[in-house]
C-alpha cells in the first residue's frame, strides 16, 4: 500500500501536462488513462496499478 501512496503523491505533483507526458510514457498501450479531469486520470492510474498487482498475484497462486 506504501508504493500506491507514494505513486499518488508522485502523480499529484505533476502538473496536467506531465501528468500526460508520463501516462503516455509509461502506459502507450492505454491511451484512455489520460482522458478526464488530472483527479479522474490520476485514480485511473492508480485503478490500473492495483489491478496489474492482482493479476500477478493471482497468476503466483
Known amino acids: 500500500m506504501e ?3 507514494q ?6 505533483d505533476m502538473s496536467v501536462m506531465e501528468l500526460y507526458g508520463y501516462i503516455k510514457e509509461k502506459y502507450p498501450e492505454n491511451e ?5 479531469s488530472k483527479k479522474i486520470v490520476i485514480r485511473k492510474v492508480l485503478n490500473f496499478e492495483r489491478n496489474l ?7 503466483g497462486q
Open 3 to 5: 508504493d500506491f501512496n
Open 7 to 12: 505513486l499518488k503523491r508522485k502523480l499529484d
Open 32 to 36: 484512455e488513462l489520460a482522458l478526464g
Open 53 to 59: 498487482l492482482n493479476e500477478l498475484e493471482e497468476a
